[in-house]
């Protein structure tokens, strides 16, 4: 268990510290189409000069170097830089990068032959007591749909997600593919889902554009609002704040988390394709403080 002044070192080495290290945030014509206008609590908006192995140890890497991903891979193998000109809503060109999540055969994690997964958490986001997990806060994050590794929208994929701290539910998910159970859904939809995995707002996937996305949980009301816009368009709000059990604290998480079909205990068994090669692009991703109403848009 990390003690609350641990959380405190690990969130400044986080936020203020960019371990990367590299060009800072010019303020000129290169800056992004989107400004950040709240306190940051986790910024994995990738430094320019990130490099993968830099994912693979705590001094690093913006995330966890250890979870959660495949017992015998390391983050530096999972990882992708990705050929993206354009660059996300909150990126700087000139000062951040977007990255690729990738799954392969190997991303099988402890015993869960079942998932085929690549989830990043934030450094300093723990199980309990996390900054992220109290207040008002708001996750953001850019995706881009890569053709060459494309996801399979027959499976069932969580992407971004905030898992309860005792890992029994998550109170939210963003997911997009069928979803196992419930039929009525798209296939080809990114969609955000309650913690009783009710769909409340979907939109379809576009194949050549960034795709923004946030979602504010306010832990003191217990409820979810999403944002969306397309390309560098501002974002919109989709959704009203609707009711939903945020209790439970927990970690946000961030990747790929593939369902196999054909099985009742998706955990531990069922399909999934050999010689897997997918993955989705992310950017401008980071979590802000939305006390008092404080939205970047
Ligand atoms: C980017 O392009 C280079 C050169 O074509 C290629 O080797 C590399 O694999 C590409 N990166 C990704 C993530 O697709
Ligand atoms: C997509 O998944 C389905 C169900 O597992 C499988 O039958 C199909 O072969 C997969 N398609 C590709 C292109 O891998």
């Known amino acids: 268990m990390h003690s609350p002044t641990l ?6 080495t986080a936020v203020l510290a960019h371990p990367g290290g590299g060009p800072r945030h010019k303020n000129h014509f290169l800056a992004p189409k989107g400004e950040v206008k709240c306190d940051l609590v986790f910024d994995a908006r990738l430094d320019v000069a990130t490099t993968l192995q830099d994912f693979d140890s705590y001094g690093t890497s913006y995330f966890n170097p250890d979870y959660v991903k495949g017992n015998n891979i390391k983050w530096s193998e999972i990882i992708k830089f990705p050929n993206v000109t354009t660059p996300a809503r909150f990126d700087d060109v000139e000062a ?9 055969d190997a991303s099988i994690f402890q015993q ?14 723990t199980n309990s007591g996390s900054p992220g997990s109290t207040g008002v806060k708001t996750i953001h994050f850019s995706v881009k749909w ?7 929208l027959s499976h069932e994929y969580l992407n971004v997600w905030h898992e309860a701290g005792d890992y029994s539910s998550n109170q939210f998910n963003f997911q997009t593919g069928k979803i196992i159970g419930q039929n009525g859904l798209a296939s080809d939809t990114w969609k955000v889902l309650n913690r009783r995995n009710q769909q409340i707002w979907s939109t379809p996937i576009l194949r050549n554009d960034w795709q923004n996305f946030a979602i504010t949980l306010d ?4 409820t979810l609002r999403v944002y969306y816009s397309k390309g560098d368009e501002p974002l919109k709000s989709v959704t009203n704040a609707v009711s939903n059990d ?4 927990g970690q946000y998480q961030i990747g790929i988390l593939k369902k196999p079909t054909g099985t009742n205990d998706v955990v531990n068994s069922g399909y999934q394709s050999r010689n ?5 692009i992310y950017g401008s991703l980071f979590v802000e403080d939305s006390a008092n109403g404080c939205i970047s848009l």
């Open 96 to 104: 951040h990068k977007p990255f690729e999540v990738t799954i392969s």
């Open 146 to 152: 890569d053709a060459q590794r494309a996801l399979n």
């Open 219 to 222: 832990f003191n009301k217990n």
């Open 276 to 280: 897997l090669n997918e993955g989705l």
């Open 112 to 125: 869960q032959r079942g998932f085929r997964r690549a989830g990043l958490q934030f450094q300093g986001d």
């Open 7 to 12: 959380v405190l070192t690990l969130l400044s």
């Open 246 to 249: 945020n209790s439970g604290q």
